[in-house]
């Protein structure tokens, strides 16, 4: 299933939301799909009848995959602020990876520079630098990977930085060392120490962490992409009605949506509430599932309503391949 974007892609310290949402979509989310269409296809493999190249090929195939996503998750999970604010480019590793980093390498500053030398040398190329904890060599290393299917066996990552084009060249064409030095300011160092605790068996885990700030909390109030897709096959009453929910400000970040969706303002929600009809499921989702959907659906839920907000919005419907229609806004709301 695909996962919700955590950072939110306009306010990062120079690096662009075109560049960001690209990346997600096509990316991540084609690694995705391509995983999951592999997966499918093996499930139905007759595999004594299968000659050795097919199995080869798809195996190899599903290996890429699954690296390019999981690292993915990791690099997206890695970047942004805290809650509603942007990054700072201050932030500092949490005291508990600090030591590590620094009974590992020296000092914090010494990780730095040869994590980030280390992605700047994959520059011209593709590749990950990856910063992984190793059981088996009881710390945590910097690990270089020519591809997704490169790893130091049975390690962890922790975070991973994506030095593949397609990861900076929106932004900075061929200067891949700017790009390395601009993403190490947009660090979500909460999360990254998450994963390590996560890593060497210390933590629990951090669920509210890895949601998207303000999506609803329980479980029962939040759809995911796929469900949604399942969900919209059905006929009659059991078929979800679609909010789009978007504040006036952005407005201009969005160009499609989802067909037989209506938009609305969020602010004049006692408006337009009152036609929704009850006993319908009521799908609510904003550009990345943050805080526009999760707001409403407390609210419709408060008033009865059968509400759900979908994880990762729009972006995550574009990056599962879901279809969309050009924006209608015929129905969106004047506020004053
Ligand atoms: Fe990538």
């Not at 790009?179 to 629990?204: F, K, S």
Request: proline share 5%; glycine share 8%; net charge negative.
């Amino acid at each position: 299933m695909i996962r919700p974007l955590l950072l939110k892609p306009q306010w990062m310290n120079g690096l662009s939301e075109r560049l960001l949402v690209s990346h997600y979509e096509n990316n991540y989310g084609g690694a995705l799909r391509r995983l999951n269409a592999i997966r499918a296809r093996l499930a139905a493999l007759d595999w004594a009848r299968t000659p050795a190249f097919e199995i080869n090929g798809l195996k190899r195939e599903e290996l890429i995959a699954a690296g390019s996503v999981i690292l993915h998750e990791v690099y997206f999970d890695s970047l942004g602020g805290h809650g509603d604010s942007p990054p700072t480019g201050l932030a500092e590793p949490p005291a508990a990876l600090a030591q590590a980093l620094e009974r590992d390498f020296g000092s914090v500053m010494a990780w730095r520079a040869e994590f980030t030398s280390m992605a700047k040398a994959l520059a011209g190329g593709s590749g990950w630098a990856i910063l992984a904890w190793s059981e088996r060599l009881g710390r945590l290393v910097n690990q270089w990977a020519a591809d997704h299917a490169h790893a130091l066996s049975g390690a962890t990552p922790i975070l991973a930085l994506d030095m593949y084009e397609h990861a900076y060249h929106l932004d900075f064409g061929a200067k891949a060392s700017a790009y390395v030095d601009q993403l190490m300011t947009n660090l979500n160092w909460d999360r990254i120490g998450a994963r390590y605790r996560l890593a060497i068996g210390e933590g629990a885990r951090e669920d509210e962490l890895f949601l998207p700030y303000g999506a609803p909390t329980q479980e029962e109030a939040r759809i995911s992409a796929e469900e949604l897709k399942a969900a919209l096959e059905n006929d009659g009453d059991r078929r979800p009605i679609l909010l789009d929910l978007c504040l006036p400000r952005d407005l201009p970040r969005r160009i499609d949506m989802l067909a037989g969706a209506s938009m609305h303002a969020p602010a004049v929600l006692p408006r337009w509430v009152e036609d929704l009809p009850r006993g319908r499921p009521i799908v609510v989702y904003c550009i990345c599932g943050f805080q526009v959907s999760g707001t409403a659906v407390k609210e419709l839920r408060q008033r009865g309503y059968n509400a759900r907000a979908l994880v990762g919005g729009i972006t995550a419907w574009h990056a599962i391949g879901g279809t969309t229609v050009p924006l209608d806004a015929s129905t969106y709301e004047e506020v004053a």
